[in-house]
């Protein structure tokens, strides 16, 4: 069965560094997405992707945040200039795109990513 | 503004138990309901949805979840727990009248299931 995949499972950055988590969604979607999920909180939309466009984005992805498709297969999230309250864990999903907000989204693994 | 709430953070059912995870939601409009588990280390893995229909919806490993309008309530259920459903439930909604596509989740439950 087809599954959102992520790299690095677990990125540790200095305050400040740009990081770049990657997703590889599944191939025949075309609806993309970041969540993050602070330690102990629930869930938070960031961002939705589609056909190389931001189609809705959150309070929460601020000018530090950014979003690309480099290829056919990667959708990655940038963090510019991280700080310490970004330290979260990173959810990448994906939809098939039919065109209805009843798709299900398909979850990756996660990035755990810690801001030193 | 639509929000979730999940009541409970933690539920435990000894093994051959019902289960019950409890899951209240607040959308302007009428919602479109998920279950999502998230077993450690793992990604978030999808459960069951209630887009319209029957209220009963039937999911993956045996859980199903009943849609409740009056009590706007999407509490998910299995009728006999197993030791390998321990895992973390997250409750997620989106509101039909929103034109985008984010969902908006619930704090997690976390479910122990006991031998």
């Known amino acids: 069965e087809p599954e959102v995949t992520q790299t690095p499972s677990h990125q540790v950055t200095q305050m400040g560094q740009e990081v770049i988590l990657r997703c590889v969604p599944i191939?025949?979607?075309?609806?993309f997405y970041w969540y993050r999920q602070i330690l102990g909180q629930k869930v938070e939309f960031l961002v939705s992707?589609?056909?190389?466009?931001?189609?809705?984005k959150s309070e929460i992805f601020d000018d530090q945040f950014s979003v690309e498709r480099p290829d056919g297969s990667n959708f990655t999230l940038k963090i510019r200039s991280t700080k310490l309250e970004d330290s979260a864990m990173y959810f990448c999903a994906s939809t098939r795109g039919l065109g209805t907000s009843t798709d299900t989204q398909y979850f990756g693994p996660g990035t755990r990513l810690t801001v030193l | 503004a639509q929000s979730v709430a999940q009541p409970e953070d933690q539920v435990n059912v000894a093994e051959g138990n019902p289960l019950t995870v409890k899951c209240t939601y607040s959308?302007?409009?009428?919602?479109?309901l998920f279950w999502y588990v998230q077993y450690p280390n793992r990604g978030l893995q999808f459960l069951l949805k209630?887009?319209?229909?029957?209220?009963l919806v039937k999911g993956s490993y045996g859980f199903e979840a009943e849609f409740n309008k009056s009590q706007t309530s999407f509490h998910l259920k299995k009728p006999s727990a197993l030791v390998s459903d321990s895992a973390l439930y997250f409750c997620a909604v989106r509101d039909r009248s929103n034109s985008g596509y984010a969902l908006n989740f619930g704090k997690g439950t976390s479910l122990l299931v006991t031998p």
């Open positions: 959308v302007s409009g009428n919602p479109y």
């Open positions: 209630y887009i319209t229909g029957d209220n």
């Open positions: 992707f589609y056909n190389n466009e931001i189609s809705e």
């Open positions: 191939s025949n979607h075309l609806y």
